[in-house]
């Protein structure tokens, strides 16, 4: 594969997702506050981080061997 086409999808996809965040954080039903909503987030914070780790590390990978 060229490699434009899959630097144009990786950016297709982070503007997809930028979008569909901010959709999900100004909708109606997410303006409510709610007094649990603040608990255990360090966990979802480590869990998350991981997972972007994780990411980076297979990207990379993928990157280094399919040359």
Same mark, same amino acid.
């Given at each position: 594969?060229?490699?434009?086409?899959?630097?144009? @999808? +990786?950016? *297709? +996809?982070? !503007?997809?997702?930028? !979008? !569909?965040t901010l959709l999900v954080g100004f909708s109606r039903s997410n303006r409510s506050e709610s @007094? !649990?909503?603040?608990?255990?987030?360090?966990?979802?914070?480590?869990?998350?981080?991981?997972?972007?780790?994780?990411? *980076? *590390?297979?990207?990379?990978?993928?990157?280094?061997?399919?040359?």
């Amino acid at each position: 594969m060229h490699i434009g086409f899959l630097i144009g @999808s +990786v950016f *297709v +996809v982070m !503007a997809l997702a930028l !979008a !569909a965040t901010l959709l999900v954080g100004f909708s109606r039903s997410n303006r409510s506050e709610s @007094s !649990a909503y603040g608990r255990g987030t360090g966990k979802k914070w480590t869990r998350l981080g991981s997972i972007y780790v994780l990411c *980076v *590390v297979l990207i990379i990978a993928i990157l280094l061997f399919t040359r």
